[in-house]
């Protein structure tokens, strides 16, 4: 059997896709072809919010999905938006890797080394949020582009693909370190920044293998290779991440940051809720039995209640609340 598997263009999507192809060519005996799926995300410009949030990415390779034209897809989780797409399933979330933002920055520097008035780039608002509550005196900077677009804005940095008049405006720029890890591109990490600094995206540092639901209930050598690479503590910690980002109702680009994590028997849960500007945070974590998705999912919802019950929709526009 061979089977097609669907990805974005971008250097980051074909080189984390090819190893979920691999794996799963490997734990099934199947051959694959790579289908190459261009998004609206890839074509459009402006900030993620200016463009519709990160949902953008995935509308297309879903559509190529219940089309036929790929037999599964390959999401970055954080991409995803949390409900649920008819007729399709994620069939295995591979193991996690690092969870932890990047600073990238000239010199060397590390966060607290920056200058004030420095220069920040990034595209999330909840890392921009982060930054500027942790420092204030910095220029949060929006930005778009792929990994190597954003390091040429770096000064010192000079990647294969620079930003025409954008060379080196930037004294930094802030990105995911399992995507920076995933393109070989770690020498350009200045600082991992502690969760307890900034929490990560609800997801960030995993994978979302998605197939049609026909496909996931068949009997087939796909189906179990599909269920051999599912990883079952990565998808307790983000069914809770991603159960309270959908009570809370907030999109994908919201300044939200959560964690969770099995700990002693136990899945931990943290979560922040910020304001745009950065000067109001909300940060709690509740934990229960790693039981299952029912109690992961549970977990979500309850401290999405905690959070709601103080105040989280007075930092930030969440939809309903």
Not at 12 to 33: I, P, R, W
Not at 159 to 184: I, Q, Y
Not at 201 to 223: H, I, K, N
Request: include cysteine.
């Amino acid at each position: 059997m061979n089977v097609r598997v669907g990805t974005r263009g971008s250097a980051l999507a074909v080189t984390q896709t090819t190893t979920v192809a691999e794996a799963l060519a490997s734990a099934g005996t199947l051959g694959y072809e790579l289908v190459r799926i261009r998004t609206e995300g890839d074509v459009l410009k402006g900030s993620l919010a200016q463009i519709g949030g990160t949902g953008v990415f995935v509308a297309a390779l879903r559509e190529a999905l219940l089309d036929d034209r790929c037999d599964v897809a390959v999401h970055s989780l954080k991409d995803l938006p949390t409900g649920a797409a008819e007729g399709l399933e994620v069939a295995a979330y591979p193991q996690r890797v690092d969870v932890r933002d990047a600073l990238c920055a000239r010199d060397g520097l590390d966060l607290a080394g920056l200058p004030a008035g420095a220069k920040v780039g990034t595209g999330s608002p909840r890392r921009a949020a982060q930054l500027r509550a942790a420092r204030p005196d910095l220029e949060v900077i929006d930005i778009r582009g792929n990994v190597d677009t954003r390091l040429g804005r770096v000064r010192g940095m000079h990647g294969p693909e620079v930003v025409e008049g954008k060379k080196g405006d930037l004294d930094a720029v802030v990105l995911a370190a399992a995507g920076l890890t995933r393109l070989g591109r770690t020498e350009t990490i200045t600082e991992l920044l502690d969760p307890s600094l900034m929490l990560p995206a609800p997801g960030q540092g995993a994978l979302a293998v998605e197939c049609r639901a026909a496909d996931a209930a068949a009997q087939t050598v796909l189906s179990a290779a599909l269920r051999e690479y599912d990883d079952e503590s990565t998808r307790l910690a983000v069914t809770a991440e991603r159960s309270l980002l959908a009570r809370l109702e907030a999109g994908c680009s919201a300044p939200i940051g959560a964690l969770a994590a099995r700990q002693d028997g136990k899945l931990v849960l943290e979560a922040v809720v910020c304001s745009p500007d950065g000067r109001r945070l909300l940060r709690r974590r509740l934990e229960a039995p790693a039981d299952g998705t029912g109690a992961a999912l549970d977990l979500g919802v309850r401290l999405a209640e905690d959070l709601l019950a103080e105040g989280a929709a007075e930092l930030t526009p969440l939809a309903g609340h």
